[in-house]
């Protein structure tokens, strides 16, 4: 089975709300990444965690490694959000591996 | 700041040639480097793990004959897919980390595959 599941698939966004994001790992993680994909294919590092929190603008992020999940919080969504997100999971495998979950495709509305 | 540079952005190859993407670390050091594809549904698949002064890791599925991949020092990368067919087309994506500073993971803009 999928070691990353995130959710949900696909989102839409009134623009000023919030949402959030998650991935639940079937693996043991250590640690977190989240990344924003744009439309041309690039991915933007968001976060990168441990265990805990951390905050960015709009933009907040947790990792609990005990109850295996992550969640990105996105507060005042602006237009600029609009893309696929994605959380990448590294286990500690003995070789560094990421495994990424299958993506939130975002859409904020005007 | 650390940038990861990957070309070419595009390609568009005839069935059964090849094509050779590159990945410049800037900014920070490529210890390890990740290649992925990204399949039209989203899905990445992890292709092989190289890190420099260690041997190559492929992935089920992937095999050096089929991707060879050459890692000499610590700011570049490349990878080559031989003898491209239709089910190898995608968006192929460098990751790259230094992993005596942290395991940050810094991606080239990708480069696809079309395969016609």
């Known amino acids: 089975g999928d070691k990353v599941k995130q959710s949900p698939s696909a989102l839409s966004l009134q623009e000023g709300t919030n949402s959030a994001l998650r991935c639940n790992f079937s693996i043991a993680a250590t640690t977190v990444q989240w990344f924003l994909q744009n439309p041309r294919g690039s991915l933007m590092n968001l976060f990168y965690?441990?265990?805990g929190t951390k905050e960015n603008g709009r933009l907040k992020s947790a990792f609990d490694s005990k109850e295996s999940y992550s969640t990105l919080h996105i507060r005042d969504a602006q237009l600029e959000d609009s893309g696929t997100y994605f959380c990448?999971?590294?286990?500690?495998?003995?070789?560094?591996?990421?495994?990424f979950g299958k993506g939130t495709s975002l859409t904020v509305i005007p | 700041g650390a940038l990861v540079y990957q070309y070419p952005r595009r390609t568009i190859c005839k069935s059964g040639t090849s094509m050779r993407m590159e990945c410049q670390a800037v900014?920070?050091?490529?210890?390890?480097v990740a290649w992925y594809r990204q399949s039209p549904q989203k899905t990445f698949e992890l292709i092989a793990l190289?890190?420099?002064?260690?041997?190559?890791?492929?992935e089920q599925n992937f095999t050096q004959e089929k991707f060879p991949i050459s890692h000499p020092n610590l700011s570049f990368s490349s990878m080559t897919v031989l003898n491209a067919y239709l089910e190898d087309r995608g968006l192929y994506l460098c990751?790259?980390?230094?992993?005596?500073?942290?395991?940050?993971?810094?991606f080239g803009e990708g480069s696809r595959l079309i395969v016609v």
């Open positions: 900014g920070f050091q490529a210890t390890s």
């Open positions: 990448a999971a590294e286990a500690d495998t003995g070789y560094q591996n990421f495994y």
């Open positions: 990751g790259a980390w230094d992993r005596d500073s942290g395991n940050t993971l810094y």
């Open positions: 965690l441990v265990p």
């Open positions: 190289s890190t420099v002064n260690s041997a190559i890791k492929y």
